[in-house]
């Protein structure tokens, strides 16, 4: 791939910018059609050569639409994806403005070692036009070493993480903090987490915006990591309920666990919300469809992910968008949360 | 694009066997490599032009893998599909196998009326390999279009409905016999159905083995036509309930239809399964996580869209899988379903 000097790679604007020329004489030159002079012709394709852009690497995205595919590679086994609901509706919502762009998405499901080397293979065959980063890790090895290639991306995760690419972002530590608050304002003094891999670096912004938050109330509070699955979900929620002081209240980094630590309830023989009380987070349908209904921290994933491609589309169009945050999640009390003993 | 006699499209290995050398030996003399004498290179050339084979149009997979991509467009909204665990069971399942072989699903929602052009555009423009086609509709548009162009596909459906291409499918005549046996032999005598989509071939199919064996047992049997979402599946419900002769039994062509039918059942005071039996299809975790805990016919779609996945890559490799039925659905009794007035 040729680049222009600031290291992203050259378009067919630079050329017709260069040779004083619309795109569309570009086009026209390249292709040997009639409509633009012999001199004009000659100039186009020196500027061409001179910045070193191909008409033939080129040549779809002059033939037709610009933008035909975007990519996702996701981190996760093959069996989690069917079941995590949140990277459903997120694909969902990524899938709304695609299909508005008559655009594909182009997923892959990778090791995570791996993912660098796919995003470089889409861009280098022009497979894709641009991609989008989930699950940043803390100093993730993917942001520089794509950044280097001038891959188009948004990244889904902190603007601390994500170097110099455009972010979009949940403020994970806001809606923590009210998620906090709120169990204390009901009555809880000993608050439990189970949170997602403490590499994510959404795990690390939620653990410590929990972790300050309690203090600050005075609350008893502990983390337990598991990895979204309902298996783990349910092992940590055990061994709180085992360990000698008991919270009274259990938040959830996702709505997986949240759903199975219900039937962990039932097995000790507790009611909730009377003796524990449960939190989710991201409110999928799930959350409704239980008894008792669960209370979550609401966040809209699928406009979450319409927002992400939307984004992209400026970043590609190279309207530089600003990044910003999705909404807050807001709490949705439900029948899993009360009053300890209420 | 062009192709052979047969109307499939002209591959490296036909113009090999038709100058008499090895696919590699065609490689090498197409792209002007040493390796191959000045002869045998103008007649592996001249073998290329009377098939009508063009080494540009199969660049890339001469220089790199040759499958890089398989395409999977799905005629839904996008709400719907990150709320459908069916497709994102099938998805991940499709993705197993793909990411064992290096491969990325293109994914596109789109209009039906537009489907045809879609997997058109990917096939001439080298964005895929090969292609799944699903929901098949009966005299569906695509088969005889796509087979036409030489697109190398399965079609997850009843082979009656696949034309030429290798299908996949699940039996669904024979499970949903099974399912009416089974409500038939528990007591009961006035059972209801409500099924996806009329247009769609599964629906057909389901809703004829539904009729024919009800009418065999002599049961009373009815079919409500939804639309696979919660809405239309409630509304559907609500009319069966609200009917003369009421269903004791009502069997849902999935799950999202019957995890709603319970908060409708609540509506109407109606206590599941003692007056009201509810049977869910394709089982996926949402049913083993409302109480009480639905019954289902389970289809391990996982496992569904592994097999469609690894018959695609038999068929893009010309080695000309038969078609054949996944595992049949098979009963899971749970807590919706008993004796009416149990």
Chains 1, 2 share one sequence.
């Not at 694909?91 to 090791?111: D, K, P, T």
């Not at 002081?245 to 630590?261: E, L, Q």
């Not at 999640?329 to 300890?340: D, E, F, H, N």
Request: charged share 20%.
């Amino acid at each position: 791939m040729s680049r222009a000097d600031s290291g992203r790679k050259v378009t067919i604007k630079d050329v017709a910018r260069h040779a004083g020329v619309s795109p569309s004489a570009v086009t026209l030159a390249v292709h040997g059609k009639p409509g633009v002079s012999t001199a004009t012709k000659d100039r186009i394709l020196r500027a061409a050569r001179e910045l070193g852009w191909s008409p033939n690497q080129a040549a779809q995205s002059l033939s037709g639409r610009a933008v035909h595919s975007v990519g996702l590679a996701i981190a996760r086994p093959a069996r989690m994806l069917g079941r995590e609901p949140f990277y459903m509706e997120f694909i969902a919502g990524i899938e709304s403005v695609l299909s508005e762009h008559s655009c594909s998405l182009l997923l892959r499901l990778v090791e995570p070692e791996r993912e660098i080397d796919v995003h470089r293979e889409w861009w280098g065959a022009n497979r894709v036009n641009g991609s989008i980063l989930v699950d940043l890790r803390v100093d993730d090895p993917r942001i520089p070493a794509l950044a280097e290639i001038g891959l188009p991306a948004v990244v889904v995760g902190d603007p601390s993480l994500a170097g110099p690419f455009t972010s979009v972002w949940t403020d994970d530590a806001t809606a923590m903090a009210e998620a906090v608050r709120y169990l204390a304002a009901i009555g809880h003094r000993s608050v439990a987490r189970v949170s997602g891999p403490a590499e994510l670096g959404h795990s690390v912004i939620r653990t410590d915006a929990f972790t300050a938050t309690a203090r600050a109330l005075g609350l008893s509070a502990r983390t337990v990591v598991a990895d979204f699955s309902a298996d783990q979900g349910g092992r940590a929620c055990r061994s709180l309920l085992l360990s000698g002081d008991r919270p009274t209240a259990i938040v959830f980094d996702n709505d997986i666990m949240a759903v199975t630590a219900l039937g962990v309830a039932a097995e000790f023989g507790l009611s909730v919300p009377a003796d524990l009380s449960l939190l989710a987070w991201d409110d999928s349908q799930l959350c409704q469809l239980t008894r008792p209904t669960l209370s979550a921290m609401r966040h809209d994933i699928f406009a979450f992910g319409a927002d992400v491609a939307q984004t992209l589309f400026d970043v590609m169009a190279e309207r530089q968008p600003s990044s910003h945050a999705a909404q807050i999640p807001a709490l949705v009390p439900r029948g899993s949360t009360a009053a300890p003993g209420a």
